[in-house]
């Protein structure tokens, strides 16, 4: 309403400082979103200061200190190896977060560029880009990407590479559904009648008000692809050279019966990493959603 | 004097996408005939109004003329220059001398923008100014608007404003590049009562000021009385009747502009109105009646009204009217 | 005319909404009478209240919006103490109510005529075959050519107006004593709001009924109603019999509003307008809500207005009522 009248200008700033306010003040209402930005730290915390503090050599063996239950030395007990699990699973944050982040940057920019490109221009571009788009889809994602780890290796880049390009399709069909709709406003042919080239109404107009369920959407698909990462090393297709909580669960198998932590305390911190971006993802929605914002 | 606009012939056809069953037994493609050949001079520094209910067309024109749709048929003229055949640079320059000012003011200015931003927009597309410089000129453009100080205003995001203030930055940016012909888009119609006139006003004022030609797009015949030199009035793509605003509303010729007239409902509590109340509903563009297309709904209908379609035909200096019972 | 008893009598509502900003008074202690026959109107812009009034009186405020205070009085009993229960048997049957947008008040995937009917066997107790007799019948009343077409159709099949007229058909098909239309035909293209206000009128001289009209527009309040309350920021600001709102307005807001509606009939030299925008609800200036647009307001419109009775009938909300007409 007419309230604002005669408030004083603001520098830009300062207004920028209270759109975050702002956003923060509708994020902080949903406590586990609060939650899972809290673990997020942490874990990043983790994998930063485990590589910083610790450079020890996770591979070593321990003959000695074999299948130790948790201890006051080794709060989580110790592997097969003689391993302390603990340290096993912070080197596995890293691991974790590296795949999760870096699959969804490459899905998340080619589901914009697909996505934006085809909701804007539609017609022929349209048709091409989402005919790819559904193929994807519908093939078994989980099950391509075995077969490509398992044809083309296993290393950490192809994982990441593989992920990033096989999960893009939602990002862009959410994004294109988006485009469509927003397309028809009027201050988008407001933008044309002024003269905004394609490129600045699609940079200008379109993403900063589109971009927000893509946001959301990706934080969620972090925590996908983490899962994904993971089920991957559990069958014995991650990279052999790293640590992941993936395949420390593949190896505590075949001790399930003896060594119940050797199983448990990995498969905690991918469900509670999982969850944390479940709830952040729920946070973003909450707090992005302009028609919730006003509560 | 040449006319500033000059539309010829104009028709604009939607295609009505096929259901499978008219692919099946392949159907020709079917069309929605928006704009059925119409013709309009526009004189520098007037006011003309087009009007019309929903269907009409009368919006395809305007968004036409803007260039944000193509034509099927036709010409328009700008200057003398048609401007469907120029090129891609051409075009984008004329852009400075047509401007549009959009029905809502709602869903007219991106909303993730601020004033700046929005007022500024075409004054970086056109002429290349950033910082302080097109600060400047965008306050003074929000003063001019009404809104002032500008400097209150500049950097405020649209939410901030009541739907008034929202058309003020609307026609802040339109008249940023000082052009010389402005399409309005049912400028007021989203707008309350009381803050309609001063819109109306404001536009009035503009127009004097810079020397501007409106197109004037609206269905309130009140505002239109009240606003236009001349207007033609619409119906299904095609149009009924023309000519000078005060020759048509004190001597309406057809039965449509009429109906229009004595439908609209008056303040006035002493008017004994004798309606010319029309029977059914506008008929489909897809499918429009043959001969006179009003024929369905006309209360005078005659025989020849069902077969022949009317040409428009002068009833006075410059008043334009296509029925046959005027002929 | 008018002149009988009092059918509804609204004395002093207030219906808030609180916010996280704080409370919104969106009916602020508004008083008025429908009697038996009468036609009245609430006109006022957007966001004075006139909506949430009608929709108090129904008592169907949206959720988190509350009736604080007040009686609305049908037939001398107030609709505010009823028990839900109860109050399900006033709506529909003895107060029918119809929409600005027809497209959200029927259900999409029902056929029109067992909507219809639905109402007349909840509370007429009549037969399915009964009540869809009942139902064509209503149609043909609202001017439906082939009635029976329209009660086989599904809402999304009719136009804006033949919506509108089986919106009026539900309305009416139990006989109310009371009917409210919100924004009857906003929604409308001219020519079809024409035939509308048409039938209303025939409507009401055929069947007498009293109604209260909800609208922004003067001109279709000027055609239907004998006596019009003209709402701003919650409040009644002027109350008297049409002509005289018409012709010797002396509220400054009604004044402003007359002054700035363009006129079909000839053509106005200049429109005044009225400066500013309406105030926030939350914080409402001191005193008169509307001395901040006000070219009069002094130093004693910071203190709350009485209603006062200029004359016979006329009421006015206001320190300085103007005088002499507009």
């Not at chain 3, 109402?119 to 439906?144: F, M, Y």
Request: aromatic content about 8%.
């Amino acid at each position: 309403m007419g309230s604002s009248i005669e408030r004083l200008s603001l520098g830009r700033l300062e207004r920028y400082s209270r759109g975050l306010r702002g956003f923060w003040r509708s994020y902080s209402r949903n406590r586990p979103a609060v939650m899972g930005l809290a673990i997020l730290f942490l874990l990043t915390a983790t994998a930063v200061l485990t590589d910083l503090l610790d450079p020890y050599n996770p591979f070593g063996i321990y003959p000695s200190e074999v299948l130790l239950p948790p201890s006051f030395s080794h709060p989580f007990g110790t592997d097969d190896l003689g391993r302390d699990i603990l340290k096993l699973v912070m080197f596995g944050s890293k691991t974790s977060l590296l795949v999760g982040f870096s699959a969804v940057f490459i899905a998340s920019s080619i589901g914009i560029i697909v996505g934006a490109l085809s909701g804007y221009y539609g017609g022929r571009v349209e048709d091409i880009l989402m005919r790819l788009t559904d193929m994807l889809l519908i093939i078994p994602n989980f099950f391509l990407i075995l077969l490509i780890v398992a044809l083309f290796g296993s290393s950490l880049r192809n994982v990441v590479l593989v992920i990033g390009f096989m999960t893009w399709p939602g990002t862009a069909r959410l994004l294109r559904s988006t485009f469509l709709s927003l397309r028809e406003q009027e201050f988008v042919q407001a933008a044309r009648v002024v003269g905004a080239s394609h490129l600045r109404i699609i940079f200008r107009h379109l993403l900063p008000n589109g971009i927000y369920p893509v946001i959301v959407n990706s934080s969620l698909q972090v925590g996908s692809a983490i899962l994904t990462e993971a089920g991957l090393s559990f069958l014995g297709l991650g990279d052999p050279s790293l640590v992941s909580w993936g395949r420390m669960l593949s190896i505590a198998q075949m001790y399930v019966r003896r060594a119940w932590w050797m199983a448990a305390f990995p498969g905690a911190a991918i469900f509670i990493t999982v969850m944390a971006f479940n709830l952040i993802g729920d946070g973003l929605n909450d707090a992005l959603n302009p028609r919730l914002r006003e509560r | 004097m040449q006319p500033i606009v000059k539309v010829k012939g104009l028709k604009k056809y939607y295609p009505v996408e096929k259901s499978w069953i008219d692919k099946l037994l392949s159907r020709e493609r079917r069309w929605v005939r928006a704009v059925d050949s119409i013709d309009l001079e526009i004189e520098r520094g007037e006011t003309f109004s087009l009007v019309g209910e929903s269907g009409s067309g009368k919006t395809t024109t305007g968004l036409v003329l803007m260039q944000l749709v193509e034509p099927t048929e036709g010409e328009i003229l700008f200057e003398g220059r048609d401007i469907f055949s120029l090129r891609e640079e051409e075009r984008r320059r004329l852009r400075r001398d047509m401007q549009m000012v959009f029905q809502n003011p709602y869903a007219s200015l991106n909303p993730r923008m601020t004033v700046e931003e929005i007022v500024g927009e075409p004054l970086t597309i056109h002429l290349g100014l950033k910082g302080e410089e097109r600060r400047g000129r965008v306050i003074e453009l929000l003063d001019i608007v009404g809104l002032n100080p500008g400097k209150y205003y500049v950097d405020r995001y649209p939410h901030e404003f009541s739907g008034g203030q929202r058309q003020r930055i609307a026609i802040a940016r339109a008249i940023a590049l000082r052009p010389k012909f402005i399409v309005a888009d049912e400028p007021v119609s989203s707008l309350d009562v009381s803050i309609q006139a001063t819109i109306l006003n404001l536009l009035q004022e503009l127009k004097r000021e810079f020397k501007l030609t409106y197109l004037l797009i609206a269905h309130n015949l009140a505002v239109v009385r009240y606003m236009s030199d001349k207007l033609a009035i619409m119906y299904l793509g095609k149009i009924m009747e023309k000519g000078v605003s005060e020759d048509v509303f004190q001597n309406p010729q057809h039965p449509y502009t009429k109906a229009l007239i004595s439908a609209f409902p008056d303040i006035n509590p002493d008017v004994k109105r004798d309606r010319v109340l029309l029977r059914g509903e506008i008929p489909s563009p897809i499918a429009p009646p043959p001969g006179c297309r009003f024929h369905t709904r006309c209360p005078f209908r005659l025989e020849i009204c069902e077969r022949d379609e009317p040409m428009l035909v002068e009833v006075e200096d410059g008043h334009l009217v296509a029925c046959h019972m005027v002929e | 005319m008018g002149g009988g008893e009092p059918v509804l009598e609204v004395r002093d509502l207030r219906t808030y909404f609180p916010t996280m900003r704080g409370t919104v008074k969106a009916v602020d202690g508004i008083s008025f009478t429908v009697l038996e026959g009468e036609t009245v109107g609430l006109v006022g812009e957007s966001g004075c209240g006139k909506s949430t009034a009608a929709l108090s009186i129904m008592r169907l405020v949206p959720a988190p919006g509350r009736i604080v205070g007040g009686e609305v009085l049908l037939r001398g009993r107030d609709l505010l103490k009823l028990s839900e229960a109860e109050m399900r048997g006033v709506r529909g049957a003895r107060i029918a109510m119809s929409f600005q947008d027809p497209m959200t008040f029927f259900n999409p995937v029902m056929r029109i005529g067992d909507q219809i009917a639905e109402g007349i066997i909840r509370h007429q107790r009549l037969s399915r075959r009964e009540a869809w007799e009942k139902v064509i019948s209503t149609l043909e009343v609202v001017g439906i050519p082939s009635p029976r077409d329209v009660a086989m159709s599904y809402p999304h099949q009719l136009s804006g107006g033949m919506r509108q007229r089986a919106m009026m058909a539900m309305a009416l098909s139990c006989h109310p004593e009371l009917m409210i239309a919100d924004e009857p035909t906003t929604a409308l293209d001219v020519i079809i709001q024409a035939q509308l206000l048409e039938l209303m009128k025939d409507l009401k001289r055929e069947l007498g009924m009293s109604s209260l009209i909800i609208s922004h527009d003067l001109g279709v309040i000027a055609e239907l109603c004998e006596r019009v309350a003209v709402m701003y920021a919650g409040k009644i600001v002027e109350y008297s019999d049409i002509r005289r709102i018409l012709r010797e307005p002396r509220h400054p807001y009604t004044v402003g509003l007359l002054e700035s509606i363009p006129r079909v009939g000839f053509k106005k030299e200049r429109l005044i307008g009225i400066e500013g925008s309406v105030p926030d609800l939350i914080e409402p200036p001191p005193g008169c809500r509307f001395s901040p647009r006000c070219k009069y307001a002094d130093e004693k419109c910071k203190e709350d207005p009485q209603l006062i009775e200029l004359e016979e009938g006329h009421y006015v909300l206001c320190h300085h009522p103007v005088m002499g007409g507009g």
